[in-house]
């Protein structure tokens, strides 16, 4: 089974993606961990990708791409079994992951697509605090940590990712609406495009995904 978890910024891509991963035994790529991994590590692709993401826009597709090869090529010699969290957000790039899936002799994906309002994602995105050491996410306004500023689990300090103020967020979203939606037509051409309503708990949301997925799979 290969599955698209697909969703805007805020939407609870990379939450939903740990549940789903346990659940499933999924190897998990995310483009945007990825990215954030080779920019820590100062390869060129991370140094060609920060500023774009920090100003909130997209990696190129080409750039994305090459990342996604290199993330799937090892994995693949165990695993036939992907879930995609980032990728495609593109019509090109649904694309070329079908051209992937192909290659790789691995099924085509089905696509989870998170829905979550507008005006929720920004409380969301502009209230996330992040434990650099630990990888605990809260949330100032759903979710606060017992200290502010202080992880609750491992009591290092927590930090805001660079692309959650409150107007690269606002970019985000515009980018996501514009280029990343048409996204959701390109697979519900195809039959296999699942709605789920993202608004309710990680557990609540948890429960649709996995009823979606028994019921088609
Ligand atoms: P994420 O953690 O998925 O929200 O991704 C963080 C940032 O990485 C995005 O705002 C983009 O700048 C970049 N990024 C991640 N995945 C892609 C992709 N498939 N195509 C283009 N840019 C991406």
Known sequence: MNLVLFGPPGSGKGTQSQRLVESYSLSHISTGDALREAIRKRTPLGLQAQAIIARGELVS???????????????????????????????????TLAEICDEFRLQPPATLNLHVPDELLIRRLTGRRICPSCGEVFNIYFKPSTLAG????????????????PETTRERL???????????????????????DANGTTDEVFEKIRSVIEEHY
Do not use: M, W
């Open 61 to 95: 597709d080409a750039l994305v791409t090459s990342l996604l090869r290199e993330k799937i090529a090892p994995l693949r010699e165990n695993t036939d079994s992907f879930l995609f969290d980032g990728y495609p957000r593109t019509v090109p790039q649904a694309a």
């Open 150 to 165: 202080v992880c609750d689990v491992c009591a290092g300090p927590l930090v805001k990712r660079v692309d959650d103020d």
């Open 174 to 196: 515009r980018i996501y609406h514009d280029q990343s939606s048409p996204v959701l037509d390109y697979y519900a051409e195809r039959g296999v495009l699942y709605t789920i």
